[in-house]
């Protein structure tokens, strides 16, 4: 159990263009999903935390009016990238969480997508 | 500012070896930590957690060891097998939940 998806794997697009990105928790409710970004060679870096229903609670440094996170259910969770430019190409990785073993909520990662901007 | 550092890029071992990852963190209101393995183009995968009041945990070939008092820790893995070449990258969390991340060290096993 615990499967998380992510759609599309891949997409190149052109720059101005906006790209959403889905993120689904295929076999369990999550309270919360998280979005991370990862540069090549270098560690996830938390983008944001959504909860179904709420809005998005951004990490200091991401702008939330170009990062769009709608959180629409507790098994789906979309990222809207917003008039995407080159440096927004990254590798983006959603997870879901539920609470697990002595209360530490368990985070499952989708198998990410990896966004390239022309 | 980066509050877990994996100071080693990449570590190669002999199948069969011993594989020593370490892991060092700053924020000392961090309580849960984990270690994921990742490979290309993937998400991570979760392989061992522990808890702060813990200073070992053990599942199978992977042992995790905590030094709270030198805001460390370390993931070994014997022996090591091919299947385990791939990107590890130990996690840190506090009371909201939230994981950072250190770099990551890549693992290759030698056959």
């Known amino acids: 159990g615990a499967v998380v998806s992510q759609h599309p794997s891949w997409v190149i697009c052109k720059s101005g263009t906006s790209v959403k990105i889905e993120c689904r928790s295929l076999?369990?409710?999550?309270?919360?999903m998280f979005w991370y970004r990862q540069f090549p060679k270098q560690s996830l870096m938390l983008m944001a935390t959504?909860?179904?229903?709420?809005?998005?609670?951004?990490e200091q440094g991401v702008e939330k009016d170009k990062f769009l996170i709608n959180h629409a259910s507790l098994t789906l969770s979309t990222l809207t990238v917003t008039s995407a430019h080159p440096e927004d190409s990254s590798f983006y990785i959603c997870?879901?969480?539920?609470?697990?073993?002595?209360?530490?909520?368990?985070?499952?990662f989708g198998p990410g997508t990896r966004l390239t901007v022309l | 500012d980066q509050q877990v550092k994996q100071n080693s890029p990449s570590l190669s071992v002999q199948e069969g070896r011993i594989s020593i990852l370490n892991c060092d963190y700053t924020n000392s209101m961090f309580d849960y930590f984990l270690w994921y393995k990742k490979y290309p183009a993937e998400g991570p995968t979760f392989l061992i957690s522990?808890?702060?009041?813990?200073d070992k945990n053990e599942d199978g070939r992977f042992t995790v060891f905590l030094n709270k008092s030198a805001k460390h820790l370390s993931l070994h893995i014997v022996p090591s097998q091919p299947g385990d070449s791939a990107v590890y990258f130990c996690?840190?969390?506090?009371?909201?939940?939230?994981?950072?991340f250190g770099a990551g060290t890549t693992v290759t096993v030698r056959a």
């Open positions: 959504s909860n179904e229903g709420s809005k998005a609670t951004y």
């Open positions: 996690a840190a969390s506090g009371n909201d939940y939230k994981l950072s």
């Open positions: 522990i808890s702060s009041i813990k």
């Open positions: 076999d369990f409710q999550a309270t919360t």
């Open positions: 997870s879901a969480s539920r609470p697990g073993l002595a209360g530490f909520n368990e985070q499952f």
